[in-house]
């Protein structure tokens, strides 16, 4: 077997795509037709199998991309090879490139396509009968909350149990108490319902952080892959060589400033690679006599060089803005330990000189900055072009619209700001209720990790004739975010580590303790409101007060199956006119307040939507609960779904392996789809 790369992958002018196979003493030879080939493989390293000169298998990574059938039986031959070309080869193929449906504990409401305005807001100095020809109302929404699942939400932290943490990286177990009583913050209770009124109300995507992801996609399966080495190299057709386009320097910081110094520049070229010459483990950088640095990158995958950087060239200098190093510190997928690694900040604080080596690519955003991004090893972690916020429609960010959460919870801007007119109490036990949690003793939960927005292929639209090769990535300038993303319900079992004590010691800096709330303890709050129009609080009990069966989740856990909770309300209006004329009422005092009628409030605000989605979308539907958006809503708020036949599986995170091939995420209704068609 020889060893070869594939250069000069292109379409040919039919449209197909060839290419050359180099070998090591540079003499180059057509790849023979029939090979499966990508533009990806421009410049992958190959082995070669040759018979009387003629390539008869050529092999990457132990996969086979071409092979050459023997010829000791014609007949055979040509029966065999309509056979599998026609089938065999069709569906292996298509396999190849179809992605196959994902899993996973949560799954994504889809975006509206317009936002529906808020009513006018009153002025808030006064309670209001009417204003701007709204009937306006003040009271309160009595909740009873239910916990379905053992619910969990973590308490605060006093200054004794911080000081723990940080020498024990040990977490306070305890539920949120304050004062030694379990509760639920009104806070998240506030979130969890303000969701729900931008999800039911067609609001604008309000609340997502608007960062810009990292990538390295050398190894990955899709077209990130190509897309990643368009960016890092090039290769040039004439010369038949491939370059870098990244650079080697040495990035500084002086006072509170950043910089990169370039490495000086010897026979065309920055830094080279030079044989591994042993399997470290570990990232490492060696300054060699000759004022060069040798920068070893570890022993991850089959890396067989590293890199050897030329002495800085102390008269260059590239600024480094604040902005390049602030998105280099948030990209939470860094590779950072606690003994100094490729953490290219830290090992500057621990450098004499407040330097270290780097490699760097100038670039220009879309608003025309020039930008520097970098990193410790030549391929490394590069930023997408685009931020989040750049995927989501323009409409659904509009600053100067208020919409209706908007209306009612709020809003902060720079041009305009005023207050939310709905308060949220902490929830409390009910009267009667002991032995409230699952243990006496902290519990240890399944290891949870992060979400994960990288995967590009779940958090993003993709093609109705998606492959692994069209995928939307962050990149693609079009593509929309797949919309909010909620928690499948789940029946509350299994959530336990159950890892062995070697097991549980090893996995420990990731393992947590906790003490929820059994299923069964019942809690009670009050939702106060001001100067609302109907309308609004037919929005706020439209979010509460949700189909038979369908349930809300709060806490942590939810992954798990933990936070699902019910939520019955009853409605109670403040008659200040009542209130002030008459002191007493009977025997006790008149304060004024009346239950009045849930079904009245949500059929208004339901009502108000309907009629502008309608109109918006030339429908012509009757119920809310029968737009598309909707019931994808509602399938995932269905507590009914948990028992069906391989739901668990169904809800569960893949495994590692489970993701090299992109498998994108089916809609909420397409998931529950596949229980009930057959």
Request: glycine share 6%; hydrophobic share 30%.
């Given at each position: 077997m020889e060893k070869a790369k594939l250069i000069n992958i292109r379409k040919s002018k039919k449209g197909k795509l060839i290419g050359e196979v180099q070998f090591e003493d540079g003499k180059t030879m057509s790849i023979p037709p029939g090979a499966k080939l990508d533009v990806s493989l421009n410049n992958i390293e190959c082995s070669i199998e040759r018979n009387s000169g003629a390539i008869t298998n050529i092999t990457i990574d132990e996969k086979v991309i071409f092979s050459k059938a023997s010829n000791s039986d014609p007949v055979s031959q040509k029966i065999n090879k309509k056979h599998y070309t026609n089938k065999t080869t069709k569906q292996a193929s298509n396999k190849a490139t179809q992605p196959s449906k994902a899993h996973a504990p949560y799954n994504f409401i889809p975006l509206n396509d317009t936002v529906i305005e808020g009513q006018p807001i009153p002025d808030f100095d006064c309670y209001h009968s009417e204003h701007a020809g709204l009937k306006r109302f003040n009271g309160y929404i009595e909740c009873q909350l239910e916990s379905i699942t053992p619910i969990y939400i973590r308490d605060t932290y006093t200054t004794e149990e911080i000081i723990k943490k940080e020498e024990s990286n040990e977490d306070n177990p305890d539920f949120f108490s304050p004062g030694g009583i379990a509760r639920i913050p009104g806070s998240s209770l506030r979130g969890m319902i303000r969701t729900m009124v931008e999800i039911m109300s067609w609001g604008k995507f309000g609340f997502y952080e608007d960062k810009r992801l990292f990538y390295r996609g050398l190894a990955d399966k899709s077209n990130l892959r190509l897309e990643y080495q368009n960016n890092m190299s090039s290769y040039d057709r004439n010369t038949r060589k491939s370059s870098y386009k990244f650079n080697a320097g040495y990035l500084k910081k002086d006072g509170f400033d950043y910089y990169i110094i370039p490495a000086k520049v010897n026979n065309g070229k920055q830094f080279r690679q030079v044989p591994k010459r042993n399997k470290n483990e570990k990232f490492i950088i060696e300054k060699q006599k000759s004022g060069e640095y040798l920068v070893i990158s570890g022993s991850m995958g089959n890396k067989k060089n590293d890199w050897l950087i030329n002495e800085p060239d102390l008269d260059q200098r590239i600024p480094v803005s604040d902005l390049d190093i602030k998105e280099y510190i948030i990209d939470e997928n860094r590779y950072s330990d606690d003994k100094g690694d490729g953490n290219l900040l830290r090992l500057i604080s621990m450098s004499k000189d407040r330097m270290t080596p780097c490699f760097y690519v100038r670039w220009r955003d879309e608003d025309g900055r020039e930008r520097?991004?970098?990193?410790h090893t030549g391929f490394f972690r590069l930023p997408y072009k685009y931020t989040i916020g750049d995927h989501i429609p323009e409409n659904l960010k509009r600053k100067e619209l208020i919409d209706i959460p908007e209306s009612i919870f709020g809003k902060i801007s720079e041009k305009q700001s005023f207050a939310s007119r709905v308060f949220f109490e902490d929830a409390t036990l009910m009267p009667g209720q002991n032995d409230i949690f699952v243990s006496d003793e902290p519990l240890t939960p399944k290891i949870l990790s992060s979400p994960k927005p990288t995967t590009f292929q779940?958090?993003?639209?993709?093609?109705?004739?998606?492959?692994?090769?069209?995928?939307?990535?962050?990149?693609?300038?079009?593509?929309?975010?797949?919309?909010?993303?909620?928690?499948?319900?789940?029946?509350?079992?299994?959530?336990?580590?159950?890892?062995?004590?070697?097991?549980?010691?090893?996995?420990?800096?990731?393992?947590?303790?906790?003490?929820?709330?059994?299923?069964?303890?019942?809690?009670?709050?009050?939702?106060?409101?001001?100067?609302?129009?109907?309308?609004?609080?037919?929005?706020?009990?439209?979010?509460?007060?949700?189909?038979?069966?369908?349930?809300?989740?709060i806490g942590m856990g939810k992954p798990l199956g933990l936070g699902t909770i019910k939520i019955r309300p009853a409605l109670f209006l403040i008659n200040r006119e009542?209130?002030?004329?008459?002191?007493?009422?009977?025997?006790?005092?008149?304060?004024?307040?009346?239950?009045?009628?849930?079904?009245?409030?949500?059929?208004?605000?339901?009502?108000?939507?309907l009629n502008q989605v309608n109109k918006l979308e030339n429908s012509d539907l009757s119920s809310l609960w029968n737009h598309e958006r909707m019931k994808h809503l509602k399938v995932i708020l269905d507590f009914e779904n948990t028992k069906l036949k391989g739901w668990k599986q169904e809800t569960d995170y893949m495994e590692l392996k489970e993701f090299k091939n992109r498998p994108v995420l089916s809609k909420p209704l397409e998931v529950y789809n596949k229980f009930t068609s057959n």
């Open positions: 520097v991004s970098f990193g779940h958090y993003l639209e993709q093609p109705s004739d998606v492959t692994v090769k069209n995928l939307n990535h962050w990149n693609t300038k079009e593509a929309k975010i797949r919309g909010y993303k909620l928690y499948w319900h789940k029946d509350g079992l299994g959530w336990e580590y159950e890892g062995n004590d070697e097991e549980k010691a090893k996995n420990k800096r990731i393992l947590t303790k906790i003490k929820p709330i059994k299923p069964g303890i019942k809690f009670k709050y009050r939702i106060r409101f001001e100067n609302l129009s109907q309308e609004e609080i037919g929005a706020i009990l439209f979010a509460i007060d949700l189909p038979e069966n369908c349930y809300h989740k009542s209130r002030y004329t008459n002191l007493f009422e009977n025997e006790n005092w008149n304060l004024g307040v009346e239950e009045s009628n849930i079904q009245k409030f949500k059929d208004a605000f339901e009502q108000y939507v």
